[in-house]
């Protein structure tokens, strides 16, 4: 499978804990994208990647969250000390700069229940 | 306030009926997604647009952008179809790669 992937697909923790995700994007793309969904609404968008450089972080990004991409091939995003308000799902995209209209791809989620 | 809305927020159809997703938006765009979302899954590119018409088996989308206004259209809907289904923007300007997402329209279609 070459799409995007992410892990772990579900992660349940108790409120303080700290949490760690990964995407992998699909392998030539050097854009990816973090996006957070809650329920009921549409995905909201985090924090965007060009190869390594974390190029810009929304609002929505608190100091509790970050968001690494080392080698500009997989990416982390951690939440430290999590709050029940990190409840959701979170969804990886990737794209190829330079391509016709930089088509985003979207990876399966990792849904978050914080307890 | 959601730049982008969608309607109806929830929509039930009968087998075989032709279904129509609205989007609109408030400023210039340089493309539209229309996505897919299954239960408990993740997100499904259906259509990537910015200008006129694509169609890819039963399903057809449309974009006008003098209008700020798309629709998505499922004919001879199928149970398999109901999902819900999203209308993304990218903006023309500074932050043009990340995309602005409507609430999703919930289809539910019934054998």
């Known amino acids: 499978d070459t799409g995007v992937s992410q892990d772990p697909r579900h992660k349940i923790t108790k409120r303080g804990q700290n949490v760690t995700f990964r995407c992998d994007p699909i392998s030539e793309h050097n854009r990816l994208y973090w996006y957070r969904q809650t329920l009921g609404q549409g995905p909201e968008f985090l924090t965007y990647f060009q190869n390594e450089a974390q190029l810009e972080k929304s609002r929505l990004l608190s100091d509790r969250f970050s968001a690494e991409r080392p080698k500009g091939s997989f990416s982390t995003l951690e939440i430290q000390r999590t709050e029940q308000g990190d409840s959701a799902m979170y969804l990886c995209a990737s794209s190829l700069a330079g391509r016709v209209l930089d088509e985003q791809f979207f990876g399966p989620g990792t849904r978050l229940t914080v307890l | 306030k959601n730049e982008v809305e969608q309607s109806p927020q929830n929509l039930t159809a009968q087998e075989g009926e032709f279904i129509t997703i609205n989007c609109s938006y408030s400023?210039?765009?340089?493309?539209l997604h229309w996505l897919q979302q299954h239960p408990g899954g993740g997100i499904v590119s259906l259509f990537m647009l910015s200008s006129g018409k694509k169609k890819h088996g039963r399903l057809i989308a449309t974009i006008n952008i003098q209008e700020k206004h798309s629709s998505l259209h499922i004919t001879a809907s199928h149970p398999r179809d109901s999902a819900v289904y999203i209308c993304a923007v990218r903006y023309d300007g500074g932050s043009n790669y990340k995309l602005t997402f409507g609430k999703g329209t919930l289809l539910t279609v019934n054998p």
């Open positions: 400023v210039g765009i340089s493309a």
